[in-house]
């Protein structure tokens, strides 16, 4: 499929180290009380929450709606 070329060779395995990261970087974001920074820092969490979706989508297995939804069951 077209894309950028990077998006399209990630896997949920290779992807995992970023969501490590953007998690982290969100705590010190709060341990430094920056809201700015924790706004920037979840979008960048919500980012890799978007691409695991999308590589779900793609082999049919869940999706952001199908996440979604089973977060409202959840609450």
């Known amino acids: 499929k077209g894309g950028c070329p990077w998006d399209l060779e990630q896997t949920h395995e290779s992807l995992l180290k970023y969501l ?14 920056n809201p700015k920074l924790m706004e920037e ?21 869940f999706n ?3 996440v979604a939804r089973t ?3 959840k609450i």
């Open 20 to 33: 490590l990261e953007e998690s982290y970087e969100y705590i010190e974001a709060v341990e430094l009380k």
């Open 41 to 61: 820092e979840l979008g960048d969490v919500l980012l890799q929450i978007l691409l695991h979706s999308t590589i779900a989508a793609e082999s049919n297995k």
């Open 64 to 66: 952001l709606e199908s």
């Open 71 to 73: 977060l409202a069951d």
